[in-house]
């Protein structure tokens, strides 16, 4: 069987709020176990001594530039860092948005605040009361899953959210991993250099035993994919593409290498609403399955010829576990889903 090590960087997806904190405070609500011999990046957000701008002022210089304009205004104060003149926007949830997201002034400089919600895969139910692992993505993608050392470790509350700071300094990202009694372990990006203030993605996930147990037997007679079963056992990637203002699942959308077009080597299978899998195109699940990426590739979604996700994700993996990849779906649902 064949896993490549593959290093496990998510890139920014879309932007709740802190059960026990004022998110207009900047501060975590719980503590962490962070290696205080890390030594941080330091972005544009905040200068070295910690100055800073009206956090609802001009939006910073920050995440992706090719990120597609929103069609609609958030529900909240913003998306994602990028919406915020401080390049930090607390929020829990990317797809959908949350209402309670809010500018923030940064931490201080050099330190990352990292907030998000436990979600089941592919369901996005919410997981609560469970340990989360933050690793730096390098060591995930050297050593894997198994064998990497954690940087810092908390646990979602009842609510499934976690809120802790951490002082980044790996050069590839940051990487959140979730063990559970039923599940996989389970890899998310949360967020990439130059780091900002606050982490990109706040939808981590962890995949269901029973869920790699069905698609790696409805894949187990796909002779292109075979050398690369089991799931789980032999890495891999799943992900869902989500409408960007709904959350729903979107179907018609092609997983496409942005980094290598057309000459990928990676192999993308998407599941039927029957629990078999295509070649195609997402179903009305939005679900797919990344074989064998590239180091570091990095994918979009695409429909009618024409790149649909807000932006790109890279692939990852780190055997025995399953990484996330999932994509956030810039396409009108027919109305204003906030108002």
């Known amino acids: 069987m064949i896993s490549k090590p593959i290093f496990p960087l998510l890139l920014l997806a879309a932007c709740g709020a802190p059960a026990d904190d004022d998110p207009t405070t900047g501060g975590p609500t719980s503590t962490d176990d962070t290696d205080a011999s890390m030594t941080g990046v ?24 090719n990120e597609a304009e929103p069609i609609y205004a958030p529900p909240g104060e913003c998306y994602n860092n990028a919406g915020c003149a401080t390049c930090n926007c607390v929020t829990f949830r990317d797809t959908p948005p949350s209402a309670e997201a809010a500018c923030a002034e940064p931490g ?61 300094m790996d050069q590839i990202g940051m990487v959140a991993i979730i063990r559970a009694d039923g599940f996989r372990a389970t890899a998310t990006g949360l967020a990439k250099p130059p780091y900002e203030p606050a982490n990109a993605i706040h939808d981590i996930f962890v995949v269901p035993e029973s869920v790699l147990t069905d698609y790696n037997a409805a894949l187990m007679g796909d002779t292109d994919v075979a050398e690369y079963l089991p799931l789980g056992d032999a890495g891999g990637v799943v992900g869902t593409a989500r409408n960007r203002y709904t959350g729903e699942p979107m179907a018609g959308l092609r997983i496409v290498s942005l980094t290598n077009g057309d000459s990928t080597s990676a192999i993308v299978r998407y599941l039927n609403e029957d629990g078999t899998f295509g070649t195609e195109a997402t179903s009305a699940t939005g679900t797919y399955v990344l074989f064998n990426p590239d180091l570091a590739e990095e994918f979009e979604a695409e429909h009618g010829g024409a790149i649909v996700s807000t932006r790109a994700n890279k692939a990852g993996s780190g055997a025995p ?18 108002e």
């Open 108 to 168: 201080a400089a050099g330190t990352l605040r990292v907030t998000a919600t436990v979600l089941e895969f592919p369901s996005a139910d919410v997981v609560p009361s469970v340990g989360v692992e933050i690793f730096n993505a390098f060591d995930v993608g050297v050593m894997g899953i198994d064998n990497a050392m954690a940087v810092a470790s908390t646990t979602a509350d009842a609510m499934g959210r976690l809120d802790l700071e951490i002082m980044p």
């Open 42 to 65: 330091v972005t544009d957000a905040a200068d070295s001594t910690g100055a800073t701008t009206d956090p609802t002022g001009t939006p910073g210089n920050c995440g992706d530039p």
């Open 321 to 338: 576990g399953v990484f996330t990849m999932n994509l956030s779906i810039d396409v009108d649902p027919g109305s204003n889903p906030f």
